[in-house]
């Protein structure tokens, strides 16, 4: 136990020192990517669609950051399949554990991405409330939902090589699907709760509601979110 998890810390370590290496910006990367997509829609949605409403910057660049986290969590762990073959083959370590490292180096970046949100955070003036501390509920279960489904992605693309791309396109429809650029009050009340089946976007919505907004959420609310990951963890 106490050697499977030193080598863990290592590939941690190592993975997350090696994401960027040969790259001219480097780590500054991690960084960067979040905020240039922020401005590309920040632009886009406010001078072209002319879309505004309170804190519109904070609100997108949550989103970009929490999604950010997924979808670079499921696409490494597939990746890292195939650099770690070798590990697969001469240690008990399991293609799952492999997941974990993933997500785990990624959940270093997540940090350090909010860190910058906090930034801008308070350069708009705004503070914590209480609600905000549920915040780390959601990440808990942020974390609880990505290694599920990068277990699940890993899997299916060690059976289907063709599998990674199919992701891709899902990854694509799903930050659509998710209401990552826009508010969930932008879409018809009828279909609001199918959208909420979305896990991802349960936590993004829950997540800017708290420490956004200070809206307390639903007890209600979080015990189906927790129910939903659960039921995936499973699978």
Same mark, same amino acid.
């Given at each position: 136990?106490?050697?499977?998890?030193?080598?863990?810390?290592?590939?941690?370590?190592?993975?997350?020192?090696?994401?960027?290496?040969?790259?001219?910006?480097?780590?500054?990367?991690?960084?960067?990517?979040?905020?240039?997509?922020?401005?590309?829609?920040?632009?886009?949605?406010?001078?072209?669609?002319?879309?505004?409403?309170?804190?519109?910057?904070?609100?997108?660049?949550?989103?970009?950051?929490?999604?950010?986290?997924?979808?670079?969590?499921? /696409?490494?762990?597939?990746?890292?399949?195939?650099?770690?073959?070798?590990?697969?083959?001469?240690?008990?370590?399991?293609?799952?554990?492999?997941?974990?490292?993933?997500?785990?180096?990624?959940?270093? %970046?997540? /940090?350090?991405?909010?860190?910058?949100?906090?930034?801008?955070?308070?350069?708009?003036?705004?503070?914590?409330?209480?609600? %905000?501390?549920?915040?780390?509920?959601?990440?808990?279960?942020?974390?609880?939902?990505?290694?599920? /489904?990068?277990?699940?992605?890993?899997?299916?693309?060690?059976?289907?090589?063709?599998?990674?791309?199919?992701?891709?396109?899902?990854?694509?429809?799903?930050?659509?699907?998710?209401?990552?650029?826009? %508010?969930?009050?932008?879409? %018809?009340?009828?279909?609001?709760?199918?959208?909420?089946?979305?896990?991802?976007?349960?936590?993004?919505?829950?997540?800017?509601?708290?420490?956004?907004?200070?809206?307390?959420?639903?007890?209600?609310?979080? /015990?189906?979110?927790?129910?939903?990951?659960?039921?995936?963890?499973?699978?």
């Amino acid at each position: 136990m106490g050697n499977n998890f030193n080598l863990i810390t290592q590939l941690v370590y190592a993975d997350f020192k090696l994401k960027y290496y040969g790259s001219i910006l480097g780590f500054l990367w991690s960084f960067l990517k979040p905020l240039l997509m922020l401005g590309t829609i920040y632009f886009v949605f406010k001078f072209f669609l002319q879309i505004e409403f309170d804190n519109f910057a904070l609100f997108l660049l949550l989103g970009i950051i929490i999604w950010g986290y997924f979808t670079d969590s499921t /696409i490494d762990s597939m990746n890292s399949v195939q650099s770690k073959v070798d590990i697969l083959k001469n240690t008990n370590i399991k293609p799952s554990t492999i997941a974990l490292v993933s997500c785990t180096h990624n959940f270093i %970046s997540l /940090i350090l991405n909010l860190i910058i949100f906090l930034i801008f955070f308070f350069s708009a003036g705004l503070r914590f409330g209480w609600n %905000s501390l549920f915040f780390f509920v959601f990440l808990v279960l942020l974390f609880i939902l990505t290694y599920s /489904i990068s277990t699940l992605t890993l899997t299916l693309n060690a059976r289907f090589t063709d599998f990674r791309h199919i992701w891709q396109v899902i990854l694509q429809l799903g930050f659509w699907a998710t209401p990552i650029v826009y %508010s969930l009050s932008n879409v %018809s009340v009828d279909i609001q709760k199918w959208f909420m089946l979305n896990p991802m976007a349960r936590i993004i919505v829950q997540t800017r509601e708290a420490i956004i907004y200070n809206i307390p959420p639903s007890l209600k609310q979080i /015990i189906i979110s927790v129910i939903i990951i659960c039921v995936i963890a499973l699978i």
